[in-house]
């Protein structure tokens, strides 16, 4: 008995908007609905796959940088090393703990203070901390010598703020 209510309600809907010629309202409605629904979630597709190679285009650009970063240092260090009394050819090889560190602003609360709402929210970044060095291993000739392996230890550790026992000196 229920559902003959209902199909008198139903029809009488479609028998008002006839007679009103609103019908063609209701359908024009339902079609675009679909039609959104669709081209909605093909957007939604392409989106990710575009995000996704964007994500591991920055991926290897920071690795990259990273790279760079080391080389840099490490050479820096060798030349460094090299100007130390009994000394001679330096080979030095950094070891990195993790990629680049970003600090953000803060505000009152020690939450990330951001700009843009909704989707287009982006945090405000205070600095970019390089990233720490966990290790030094040197070799060069006169590495084999106590006190030269002790200024060289010095030295290292001094200029890149890290512990004594996180360089290891040996010679040639």
Same mark, same amino acid.
Not at 19 to 38: D, M, N, S, T
Not at 66 to 95: F, H, I, P, R
Not at 122 to 149: E, F, M
């Given at each position: 008995?229920?559902?003959?209510?209902?199909? &008198?309600?139903?029809?009488? =809907?479609?028998?008002?908007?006839?007679? @009103?010629?609103?019908?063609?309202?209701?359908?024009?409605?339902?079609?675009?609905?679909?039609?959104? =629904?669709?081209?909605?979630?093909?957007?939604?597709?392409?989106? &990710?796959?575009?995000?996704?190679?964007?994500?591991?285009t920055a991926l290897q650009e920071d690795a990259a940088d990273l790279t760079a !970063?080391?080389? &840099?240092?490490?050479n820096e260090l060798e030349a460094l090393c090299e100007s130390v009394t009994g000394?001679?050819? *330096?080979?030095?090889?950094? $070891? =990195?703990?993790?990629?680049? @560190?970003?600090? !953000?602003?803060?505000?009152?609360?020690?939450?990330?203070?951001?700009?843009?709402?909704?989707?287009?929210?982006?945090?405000?970044?205070?600095?970019?901390?390089?990233?720490?060095?966990?290790?030094?291993?040197?070799?060069?000739?006169?590495?084999?010598?106590?006190?030269?392996? +002790?200024a060289l230890v010095d030295l290292v550790s001094t200029t890149l703020g890290i512990?004594?026992? +996180? *360089?290891?000196? $040996?010679?040639?």
């Amino acid at each position: 008995m229920g559902s003959e209510i209902q199909k &008198k309600r139903s029809q009488g =809907l479609f028998d008002f908007l006839r007679a @009103r010629g609103k019908l063609w309202l209701l359908v024009g409605g339902v079609i675009a609905g679909v039609f959104l =629904l669709l081209v909605g979630s093909g957007i939604g597709t392409e989106n &990710k796959s575009a995000s996704t190679s964007e994500s591991e285009t920055a991926l290897q650009e920071d690795a990259a940088d990273l790279t760079a !970063y080391e080389d &840099k240092l490490e050479n820096e260090l060798e030349a460094l090393c090299e100007s130390v009394t009994g000394v001679g050819k *330096v080979d030095v090889m950094v $070891t =990195l703990g993790s990629g680049c @560190r970003v600090v !953000y602003v803060t505000d009152g609360n020690g939450e990330i203070a951001t700009t843009g709402t909704g989707s287009a929210q982006k945090a405000i970044y205070r600095t970019l901390q390089p990233p720490t060095v966990v290790g030094v291993g040197i070799v060069c000739k006169g590495g084999d010598n106590p006190h030269v392996q +002790r200024a060289l230890v010095d030295l290292v550790s001094t200029t890149l703020g890290i512990t004594t026992n +996180r *360089v290891f000196v $040996t010679g040639k």
